[in-house]
């Protein structure tokens, strides 16, 4: 009979694993003796979006739990790896920490590097000698299909970009906007269906270089920004649309549009 009184343990990464472990005993929990690799994997995604909103809104209490269920997350998956016979979490730790010493040589070896630019250098240098390092046909390979697609397109073009399959300047990629809008407003002018959302991606997929190039927030950063600002004026709208006793469905547009703009000045 185990003893244990796992709410004195310490709070390490051990003592997490240890927690785990015992609720995938044969007599632990049945919910956690249920997961599995695949069914953590989708619990994984929500608890990074939701890492994402808490960073998002700066909130450090939400990042800090977010951040606790997340590694509750990994080492969950390190459990039913070491119950399949897989690696351990130890295996882990040791994978990343060698790693990190090794792919930093600037720090840690003989390597120079002045500048992130440098850092980068470096690092993929490294990269592409180490020997567990999948076998590319093509740049492209290697960029996980799992990715949201407005990340997934960044990076698809970053590739290309290193090997100078890249716009010169900024307006030039503008252009490319315009003419994308233009021929989705061709193809929607037209009634074809197939061609429109074609044209409807090569449009999303064109602003999503514009915004790889700019080096700033990505493209999926800049639309969870767009999306809460969205949410913020209609709750706007909603709460203007209850405060006057006004039933939001009989409202109107021209009423909604009336409040979106007054939310627009005020600021939100």
């Known amino acids: 009979m185990d003893t244990t009184d796992y709410a004195a343990l310490p709070p390490t990464i051990e003592s997490l694993n240890a927690i785990l472990e015992r609720l995938r005993a044969p007599d632990g929990c049945p919910w956690d003796r249920e997961q599995t690799r695949e069914t953590l994997a989708r619990c994984l995604n929500e608890e990074c979006a939701e890492l994402l909103e808490a960073i998002d809104h700066n909130e450090p209490d939400a990042i800090c739990d977010e951040l606790g269920d997340l590694l ?10 070491k119950e399949r016979s897989e690696f351990t979490l130890t295996d882990i730790l040791a994978g990343i ?5 090794r792919r930093h040589a600037h720090i840690f ?3 120079k590097a002045d500048t992130a630019a440098d850092v980068v250098a470096v690092w993929e240098k490294i990269k592409a000698r180490e020997a567990n390092r999948p076998k590319r046909d093509s740049l492209m390979d290697g960029v996980p299909a799992e990715l949201s697609a407005l990340n997934r397109a960044e ?3 970053k590739r290309a970009a290193k090997v100078g399959f890249d716009w010169s300047e ?3 990629i ?5 003419e994308e809008l233009d021929e989705l407003k061709a193809a929607a002018a037209s009634g074809d269906d197939r061609h429109t959302e074609e044209e409807l991606g090569d449009l999303l997929f064109a602003i999503a270089n514009y915004t790889r190039y700019r080096k700033g927030r990505t493209a999926e950063e800049l639309l969870r920004a767009a999306n809460d600002k969205f949410s913020q004026r209609f709750r706007y709208i909603e709460a203007e649309l209850k405060a006057a006793g006004i039933p939001l469905e009989s409202a109107g547009i021209d009423r909604m549009e009336s409040l979106w703009q007054q939310a627009k000045r005020t600021g939100i």
């Open 170 to 172: 900024s307006s030039q």
């Open 72 to 81: 509750m997350n990994i080492v969950f998956q390190a459990v039913v790896a």
């Open 97 to 101: 920490n060698a790693k990190m010493v």
């Open 174 to 178: 503008l252009d490319k906007i315009q």
């Open 155 to 157: 990076k698809l073009q």
């Open 109 to 111: 070896g003989d390597e």
